[in-house]
């Protein structure tokens, strides 16, 4: 055989079939195989939060009932108990510290202390503690992947009618005898959306205390779940080094970098950036100041200041382990 009936030999055998070319085609629009249907861009994944978010409300639901059960039965025990603590505080403060009746009292003390807690101190208490650090994760990854699914959906919604009508599209999928998918599957995920809203789109959230701070929950740029500690008197929202990074935080060049004092006797050097939106619940600002910490700051975690945001009134309701937020009007 010649040289060139070879190599023409090769490149029909090598050339890709009608079929091949049609779907090369469809994946270059975005589109994925399912069987014989072919999906939009991020319905896979849409499907998968939707199915996480229906088991997640139905438990963020019962955690809602829980939590104030629990919460009033220690107002209860408390009103039974409370003074019987408050004796046995008063009582130890006046005994010396080898005092033989210390250690039994410090015992029985300590023991109430496991099972009952003033009311506004109720992060004391372990079983209320770790309940309301599930519950405010929950809430955080409840209201991402709802923002995330509601704009999905309406992104979806808006490509499927354009792929349907486009007449490659069509062509490619008789070729492969395929068809679009309808988005029909989703009809229903409205009502499970709203429903999650109903739960995690409002203007409070829970709280709990944890090394001497109130913590709590905030969304940066609508995609970012960030536990951070409550700072009162405070001007300033400090981020991690690696929380910035994962927000995709941009430099405020507008600003200098600027001393911190984060301790007594602890300064670091803080960078001004700035975070395209932050979340409370269903209050959100865009374009807020903050500073980025530097990565040997680590330690200190994601801080918001009291007065950081202009636009919010947050209180804390520690008796209920809550915290609440109001537009504030803007000094």
Known sequence: MCLMCLVGTLTTACADTPEQQAEAALLAKGLSRRGATWELADEALLRRRLSQLERMQTELFASHRTLPALI???????????????????????????????????????????????????????????????????????????????????????QQPQL?????????LSQLGGALSTLEAYRDSSDLLTKCEDLVLVPHSTIYQEGGHWRLGVIVNDTVPLTVSWMPRSNDILLASGVAATCKARIDESR????????????????????????????????????????????????????????????????????EVRRSVLR
């Open 164 to 172: 349907a009508r486009d007449p490659e599209v069509k062509r490619h």
């Open 256 to 323: 200098r970098q600027r001393q911190l004092e984060v301790e007594k006797d602890r300064v670091v050097t803080a960078t001004p950036i700035v975070l395209t939106t932050l979340r409370f619940g269903s209050q959100a600002v865009e374009n807020v100041p903050a500073w980025r910490l530097p990565p040997e700051a680590a330690d200190l975690g994601s801080r918001l200041g009291e007065r950081a945001v202009d636009q919010w009134k947050v209180s804390l309701h520690p008796e209920r382990l809550q915290a």
């Open 72 to 158: 009033q039965e220690n107002q209860t025990h408390w009103g039974q108990l409370g003074r019987q603590v408050e004796s046995l505080e008063k009582k130890l403060k006046s005994l010396s510290t080898n005092h033989a009746d210390r250690p039994k009292l410090e015992r029985q003390l300590a023991q109430l202390q496991r099972t009952v807690a003033p009311p506004n101190e109720l992060s004391r208490l372990p079983a209320l503690r770790t309940l309301a650090k599930q519950q405010l994760a929950r809430e955080l990854d409840i209201l991402v992947k709802t923002l995330w699914c509601r704009a999905a959906l309406s992104q979806l919604r808006e």
